[in-house]
C-alpha cells in the first residue's frame, strides 16, 4: 500500500514560488503521523549558512540568505541544527518528518544529488537521536520523507528513504495530497504544575549545571511517563478517537449551539501514589539543592481522527519537551556551565512560553526575561520562513516568575543567617527520609496484614 500524506495547499505555493525563481533551495517537511493519517503542516526552509562553524542559535540572523548555487554544497550540519531548532517550536505530536528540495536536476536519478540529500537526512536523523527528550518517538522510526519540485517542469515527486541503516537504502514511492481546504484540528490545553526540589552535591570542579539539569529531566521524564491523562475531567479509553469524544460533548449539549461547545479540551495529569514513591530510602549529603517550581503550559494539536492514546503520547511528549528546550537555552545563556556557589540563594528564570500562529494551528518560542514578541518574530521569520506581526504572538499562556519572594531576601550576613547551612539542609533531608520511610513501613504492614486483621474483626462481632 502506498504511503499517503496530506499536506495545505499552501504549501503547493510555497514550493512554486521558490521553483518560479529557479534556485536551490532546501528546507524542512513539518508534520504529524498518527495511525488515521499523515498531515503536512509547513514547510520551512533552512536558511544559507553564513559561516562553515556557525552552528548556534544566534547564526541565524534576520539578514535574508543568498539562494543556493549550488545543492551540492549544503552542509549537512547547518541543516541538522536547523532541524534542532525548529524542533523546539513544535508542540507534541509534531515532527520534522523529512526535507524538501527545488532544483532543477532530478535528485532521485542523479546518484550525485540523491547520496547528497540522504546524507544530509542521516546527519539530521542522528543529531536528532542524540536528544530523545527533543525529539520524542518518531512512529515512522526510521523513514523519512524527501520531497522535490523541478524548478523547470514544476513536477512534484515525494518518496520515503530509509535513514540510518548505513548502505542499504530502501525507497519508497509517496503520495502527496494537496488540501483546498484547510485541516480542522483538535486542541488540547494542558496546564503541569512543576514544584520538585532536587539534591546538589558540589564536586572540586564545580557545579555542572547541565548535568544537573539533565538529572532532573530523567527524574521529570519517568514522572510523567507514569501520569494517567484525564481528558475534560474523565479518564478514556484509548481507542477512542477525539472527534467521537466531541459528539458525545454535542449530545449532552445539545441544547446549546454548535458555537458554544469548546473547541479544546481540558487535559489533567495525575500521578499515581505509588509511582511517587522513591525506590530506596537513604543517607543523602548534599550542599544544596535546586527548587523548580512553575507552571509549564502545554496546546497541543491533533487529527480529530487521531485516538486517546495517541493524544495522550503528545501531550506527555510536548511537556517533556518543553522543559528540555527550556534547559538547553539556559545552559546554552550561561557563561560557564561549572559555577561555584558564591551566594546562599541564586534565582534563574528559564525563557517563559509564546505561541505563534502558524495556518489554523500554533507552534510556540521561547522568550527570556525581559524580552519582547518582536524576539519571536525573528525567530519565526529566520527558522518557519514566516511572516508575522507582534500582535499575532500570544504572550500570555505562561506569566512571568514572581521574584517578590526572592528580592525580599538582601545578599547579606543578615539573610544568610535566615537560611540553612549546607550541613543543616542535609540533616533535614535526612530526617525527611526517616519520617516519610516509616510512613510507607507502616502502610505496608497494614496492607500486608489486612486480611488478617478484617478476619479478626468479623469474628469479634460475630461473637457479639
Not at 248 to 253: A, E, W
Request: aromatic letters at 10%; proline letters at 5%; one cysteine or more.
Amino acid at each position: 500500500m502506498v504511503r499517503t500524506v496530506y499536506s495545505p495547499e499552501h504549501c503547493l505555493q510555497y514550493l512554486e514560488q521558490y521553483a518560479t525563481q529557479e534556485v536551490y533551495v532546501i528546507g524542512l517537511i513539518l508534520g504529524q503521523i498518527t495511525e488515521a493519517r499523515e498531515n503536512v503542516i509547513h514547510l520551512a526552509r533552512t536558511p544559507e549558512e553564513k559561516s562553515p562553524d556557525a552552528l548556534s542559535e544566534t547564526s541565524f540572523t534576520s539578514e535574508k540568505p543568498e539562494p543556493l548555487r549550488n545543492l551540492l554544497g549544503v552542509s549537512e550540519t547547518w541543516v541538522a541544527d536547523h532541524a534542532k531548532h525548529v524542533t523546539r517550536m513544535l508542540p507534541g505530536g509534531m515532527f520534522v518528518q523529512g526535507i524538501f528540495v527545488t532544483s532543477d536536476e532530478d535528485i532521485f536519478e542523479d546518484p550525485n544529488y540523491f547520496s547528497k540529500v540522504k546524507s544530509v537526512l542521516n546527519y539530521t536523523f542522528k543529531a536528532q537521536n542524540a536528544n530523545p527528550y527533543m525529539n520524542g518517538n518518531y512512529p515512522h522510526s526510521n523513514e523519512r520523507l524527501i520531497l522535490h519540485m523541478c524548478t523547470s517542469t514544476k513536477v512534484l515527486t515525494c518518496k520515503s528513504v530509509e535513514v540510518g541503516t548505513g548502505n542499504k537504502t530502501s525507497i519508497k514511492p509517496v503520495e502527496w495530497k494537496f488540501l483546498p481546504k484547510p485541516q480542522q484540528w483538535q486542541r488540547l490545553d494542558c496546564y503541569y504544575e512543576f514544584d520538585e526540589v532536587y539534591p546538589v552535591i558540589v564536586k572540586k570542579s564545580g557545579i555542572s549545571v547541565k548535568h544537573q539539569f539533565q538529572q532532573i529531566l530523567e527524574s521529570a521524564h519517568k514522572t510523567i511517563e507514569s501520569s494517567v491523562m484525564f481528558i475534560d475531567g474523565e479518564l478514556k479509553e484509548g481507542s477512542e478517537q477525539l472527534e467521537q469524544l466531541n459528539k458525545k460533548k454535542k449530545v449532552k449539549n445539545s441544547t446549546k449551539s454548535a458555537q458554544d461547545v469548546l473547541k479544546s479540551m481540558h487535559v489533567s495529569l495525575f500521578v499515581p501514589f505509588e509511582n511517587s514513591l522513591p525506590e530506596t530510602v537513604e543517607y543523602l549529603e548534599c550542599d544544596g539543592n535546586i527548587h523548580f517550581s512553575g507552571v509549564v503550559a502545554s496546546s497541543v494539536f491533533m487529527y480529530p481522527k487521531a485516538t486517546v492514546s495517541e493524544a495522550i503520547a503528545a501531550v506527555k511528549q510536548d511537556i517533556i519537551r518543553s522543559l528540555a528546550s527550556r534547559f538547553t537555552m539556559h545552559c546554552d545563556a550561561l557563561i560557564d556551565d561549572n559555577l561555584l556557589p558564591e551566594e546562599k540563594v541564586c534565582f534563574n528564570e528559564p525563557p517563559r512560553r509564546v505561541l505563534v500562529p502558524v495556518g489554523s494551528l500554533y507552534l510556540c518560542d521561547y522568550l527570556f526575561p525581559g524580552e519582547a514578541p518582536a524576539e519571536a518574530l525573528l525567530s519565526v521569520k529566520e527558522l518557519l520562513d514566516l511572516q508575522i506581526t507582534e500582535g499575532d504572538v500570544i504572550c500570555d499562556v505562561e506569566t512571568p516568575a514572581d521574584t517578590s519572594e526572592f528580592d525580599a531576601l538582601d545578599r547579606d550576613t543578615s539573610s544568610e543567617e535566615l537560611l540553612a547551612s549546607p550541613q543543616e539542609a542535609s540533616q533535614f533531608m535526612y530526617i525527611t527520609g526517616i519520617c516519610f520511610a516509616m510512613f510507607v513501613l507502616i502502610v505496608s504492614i497494614f496492607v500486608h496484614y489486612y486480611d488478617g486483621i478484617m478476619a479478626c474483626i468479623s469474628q469479634l462481632f460475630s461473637r457479639s
